[in-house]
């Protein structure tokens, strides 16, 4: 069983940088492809970002390309996603994720249902 914690959440005002983290047990961290999601109050779950198993791929949705960046820390078991420039409509829960095969990552990344295991979320506010 995979367990997985986000951290690392918070108020900022707009403009503002903030990192989260998610930390991994229960599985050899190093050969898992990991993903980040968000939701708003209201909205659907949506992707963010991924990456995979070796560090080698990443992934962004439009929305957050050259803001936020996605790292993974193998000896730590844990995948980061650094966000600057926020703004309010970052405003979510945001949660991590694992589950996609290493083969079909390259196209099932963005999709919710190829992520078997998630975390509880952590609440990233952004004030304008």
């Known amino acids: 069983q995979v367990q997985l914690a986000e951290s690392g959440g918070g108020s900022v005002q707009a403009g503002g940088s903030l990192r989260i983290s998610c930390a991994v047990s229960?599985?050899?961290?190093?050969?898992?492809?990991m993903g980040w999601f968000r939701q708003a109050p209201g909205n659907e779950r949506e992707f963010v970002s991924a990456?995979?198993?070796?560090?080698?791929?990443?992934y962004y949705t439009d929305a957050v390309k050259g803001r936020f960046t996605i790292s993974r820390d193998n000896a730590k078991n844990t995948v980061y996603l650094q966000m600057s420039s926020l703004s309010p409509e970052d405003t979510a829960v945001y949660y991590c994720?694992?589950?996609?095969?290493?083969?079909?990552?390259?196209?099932?990344?963005?999709?919710?249902?190829?992520?078997?295991?998630w975390g509880q979320g952590t609440q990233v506010t952004i004030s304008s």
């Open positions: 994720a694992t589950g996609p095969e290493s083969a079909s990552f390259y196209f099932t990344y963005p999709r919710r249902a190829a992520y078997r295991y």
């Open positions: 229960g599985r050899t961290f190093s050969g898992l492809n």
């Open positions: 990456i995979s198993w070796s560090g080698r791929n990443t």
